[in-house]
């Protein structure tokens, strides 16, 4: 509550406009906004939201990889919001459902009480941006003890014109829904060929996993889009 101290609001009290007046004594007047009560979601409302939360039940676990392959863009805008704004207007990322389609939507409930939000993550993006996409593909080792390996091996994809550099960063991204398992790793330059292994404990199943990949400038401000990649493609 703001509190406000003038002989000219010695004696406001009650309600004006949408703001409530209470006068505290010695002069002091005390100001807050009338309680209001949101206005029920109509049907479109609701499924823009439960697809919003679908993607924001993720953001925790996927935390430690935004903060490197969604640098803040222009306006401040930080990874995790970037990542849900970029994902929920992407076509194909999500798919709402009403939960009991034959019954008419109930003002009084909430979004996840009437739909339900699925994610594609074949075609989530893990980044997005102007840059090049990389070249790179993906295999797995065998199992050695309680853990595998996730081969990344890339070949360098720099050409005259293009929107891109040698020295960019490559970067490789694991994510398992299931096991809420996600990690992000360096990979080489742009310019350079080779491989890059990356271990993953067997608990994770490697069917379960979905493979990225990205670039990203030298200075860590601007990124390709991410590619998605399935072991052995």
Known sequence: MARIKST?????SGKVANEVFSNLGNGVV????????????????KINASGFSAL???????????RVTFPRDTNGTKWANRF????????????????????PVDPKKKANEEYTSEIDWTKVLFAAG??????????????????????????????????CWTNDRL????????????????????????VTSISVPSFVKP??????????????KITSNSVHTTLGA
């Not at 906004?33 to 949101?38: C, I």
């Not at 199992?143 to 990344?152: L, P, R």
């Open 8 to 12: 000219n609001f010695y004696q406001k």
């Open 30 to 45: 005390g100001c807050r906004a009338q309680n209001s009560k949101q206005a029920p979601l109509n049907a479109e409302q």
């Open 56 to 66: 924001n039940a993720e953001v925790r676990y996927l935390n430690p990889v935004l």
């Open 84 to 103: 849900t704004s970029v994902n929920k207007k992407r076509e194909g990322v999500l798919t709402t459902t009403k939960i009991n389609p034959d019954t």
């Open 130 to 163: 102007p840059l090049l996409v990389p070249s790179v593909t993906v295999s797995k080792t065998t199992e050695a003890g309680e853990t595998y390996s996730v081969v990344f091996t890339q070949e360098a994809n720099v050409y005259e014109g293009a929107y």
């Open 171 to 194: 970067y490789g991204v694991l994510y398992s829904p299931d096991d809420h398992f996600a990690l992000v790793k360096q990979l080489r330059d742009r310019g350079e060929n080779g």
């Open 207 to 220: 069917e379960n996993i979905h493979v990225y990949s990205l670039a990203m400038t030298a200075d860590g």
